[in-house]
């Protein structure tokens, strides 16, 4: 065993009070990596643990426009603008403009939506721009 399963197994100690309650606990957490690679071998994967995506797509309209459509699947959802123009992203199914919006991203900026937001994501350029969607899943 190595210095730092050592000092695991010394804080637990302490905290539960003598080799036998460590013992118990060794147990446990070996049941539970067996369980856990076990998922694993099946291909399960722990809760919100992304394997891909859909992406980058474009996202240009100068008019308010659909960025991304609501989807329970959805596990993350990036947008990096890329053009010159200043996009206005809005989370929800409010109408975004250049004075109501979610947030604004001037060229080269980078947004990453609120971890397992699955709602509506739109969308309105100020000016000619384009902006990369890309989805997690």
Known sequence: ?????????ETIGTATGGTQSINYNLEAIEALMVT???DVADGLRPPNATTGGTGPT???????GTIA????????CTIFNSGPGTLHVMLGTATASTSVFT???SAGDYYEVP??????IG???ATAG??????LS
């Open 1 to 9: 065993m190595g210095w730092q399963t050592n000092r695991i197994l």
């Open 36 to 38: 856990l690679q076990a």
């Open 58 to 64: 474009d996202f240009t309209s100068t008019s308010y």
């Open 69 to 76: 459509t609501a989807s329970t699947s959805r596990l993350g």
């Open 103 to 105: 947030a604004r991203l």
């Open 115 to 120: 971890f397992n937001y699955t709602g509506l």
């Open 123 to 125: 969308g309105i350029f």
């Open 130 to 135: 384009t902006a990369e969607v890309t989805q």
